[in-house]
């Protein structure tokens, strides 16, 4: 084996490039490991698991980073021009510039100072930089869509604080998914424009709203992320009043459903009642303890809309490559696919989330059937008494340092793994989130996780159940058709409904209390 590792002091790129470059460049026939990252904390400390020796680096997070190991030189040779090839892209992409070769703008209001009619900057920046960004885009009156996470949460207040002076709006931090007249920003689905808009202080609320609304022919005319915490206590919904009163006042908004994970009760009420103000009809999705799942607020849309629609598709694993029945095709499947119905089997949950709003879900449901679950999303307390465990691996805690887990599977495929080897669990259940800005083949990358995972614990005489939440719409880019057949194939039952696919790993656990 070749082993190359290098730092380049001084040269930064950004992360979900380097991630998409470290892909490439282990992709190269004969490459055994391969590492391109901007050398913080966390991505010096993944050298050593990775088998490189890691006692001669010398490097900060401003420097990049590049670990290859590969079968012989001719291999590595191979992987650094495709290195080069992938970073040369990358800077053209950076460096081009529209403004008759002037010096690219160090700042954004140097940038904005060159630019005419700006109504909006996106910031994703690493968090503890991102504000510095935002204000500069306030000041020079912006609107603001703040995609990067980590931010304090005093900044935040701030930031809005400063906008409603201003009459602007802060989407974020956090904000995941955004759609302003028909351009996704983010994580956003590809869906059909019409008169709903949404104001979400939730990413993959929104997402899976989206999605619903869009497969019974409903439309979209705009998504107003606000970010998670702006209905705590402490934001008072500031961002959410703002959006509010913007779609109340959009010509081409019918409608505006308001989504949010469980908000502080006083803010809630304080949302309520600017609702009533409101000349648009608003439909409120707050979910909570007792509160409607997020398919039945998008029923509850329908309804106000006069629009009828069947329930969202689910399939059964495929047990045979060739189904005479018919259940291979992807479009066989509406609830009747599931008539084969795995059996209930004893054991534990392990439920692994790239989506904050889906994992909240799937917890609200599963306190419902059993009292309390282990969780990092409430209402679950992570030091309950509970076999079940659901985690959000989009939390902060999870995503410093790192790309988000609808980007990179890595910290999924690794808890997977250990699922599978865990004698206690007997039921697994994931999201899989589409569209623009997700991982571009997702089951590609979890469906051999998948097979994997049931092998073992058949192995050892167990009868691993897996359960998929597929938020995605007919149109991303992923092939939403593609993605539930090689789900289906690795042995996983599919659902378009996240509370569906949360009550189906529920009743797989057999209890009395789930099967109530």
């Not at 019918?254 to 648009?280: D, F, G, N, W």
Request: charged share 25%.
């Amino acid at each position: 084996m070749n082993e190359h590792i290098e730092v380049r002091k001084g040269t930064y790129i950004d992360s979900v490039a380097l991630l998409n470059i470290s892909q490439r460049v282990a992709e190269v026939d004969g490459v055994d490991a391969a590492l391109v990252a901007m050398a913080t904390e966390l991505n010096l400390g993944f050298l050593e698991p990775m088998g490189f020796d890691a006692s001669e680096v010398a490097a900060g997070p401003n420097d990049l980073l590049v670990a290859i190991r590969a079968a012989d030189e001719a291999v590595l040779e191979q992987a650094l021009a495709r290195l080069e090839g992938e970073l040369a892209s990358t800077r053209r992409g950076s460096d081009a510039d529209a403004s008759g070769g002037q010096f690219p703008p160090r700042t954004t209001a140097s940038a904005l100072a060159r630019l005419e009619d700006v109504e909006l900057v996106l910031v994703s920046t690493p968090g503890e930089h991102a504000a510095v960004e935002a204000f500069d885009a306030l000041h020079a009156g912006s609107n603001v869509m703040l995609f990067s996470d980590n931010v304090p949460l005093e900044t935040e207040i701030e930031l809005k604080r400063q906008a409603a002076e201003a009459g602007l709006l802060v989407m974020g931090p956090d904000c995941g998914t955004a759609l302003v007249a028909g351009i996704g920003l983010g994580f956003a689905n590809v869906v059909r424009p019409g008169g709903v808009g949404v104001v979400a202080a939730s990413g993959t609320g929104a997402q899976q709203l989206m999605c619903l609304l869009d497969d019974a022919g409903v439309g979209i005319s705009h998504v107003l992320g606000v970010g998670g915490r702006d209905l705590g206590a402490e934001v008072g919904g500031a961002a959410t009043l703002m959006a509010l009163e913007a779609l109340d006042a959009d010509p081409d908004t019918e409608l505006v459903v308001i989504l949010s994970k469980p908000p502080a009760p006083e803010v809630a009420e304080r949302v309520r009642e600017a609702a009533q103000r409101c000349t648009t009809p608003v439909v409120l999705g707050l979910i909570g303890p007792g509160a409607d799942d997020l398919t039945a607020v998008s029923r509850r849309v329908l309804d106000q809309l006069g629009v009828e629609a069947e329930d969202p598709h689910d399939w059964a694993p495929l047990e045979e490559p060739s189904d005479e029945a018919g259940q291979h095709a992807y479009g066989a499947g509406r609830t009747a696919g599931l008539s084969r119905a795995r059996q209930p089997r004893p054991g534990a949950i392990r439920g692994l989330f790239a989506g904050g709003t889906l994992c909240t879900e799937a917890v609200l449901l599963a306190t419902e059937s059993f009292g309390t679950v282990r969780s990092n999303v409430a209402p679950g307390d992570l030091d309950a008494d509970s076999p079940h465990l659901f985690l959000d691996l989009g939390e902060d805690e999870f995503t410093r340092g790192r790309p988000h887990p609808m980007i990179d599977n890595t910290l999924r495929i690794e808890r997977i793994r250990v699922a599978a080897e865990d004698p206690d669990v007997a039921v697994l259940l994931l999201d899989v989130v589409l569209g623009h800005g997700a991982q571009p083949d997702p089951a590609g990358e979890l469906g051999p996780e998948i097979e994997a995972a049931v092998s073992t614990a058949e192995a050892a005489g167990r009868d691993l159940a897996v359960v998929v939440s597929l938020c995605g719409s007919a149109g991303d880019p992923q092939g939403r058709e593609g993605q539930v057949r090689r789900l289906r194939e690795a042995g996983a039952s599919v659902h378009l409904s996240n509370a569906a696919a949360a009550r189906e790993a529920i009743r797989l656990i057999g209890t009395e209390e789930a099967q109530r």
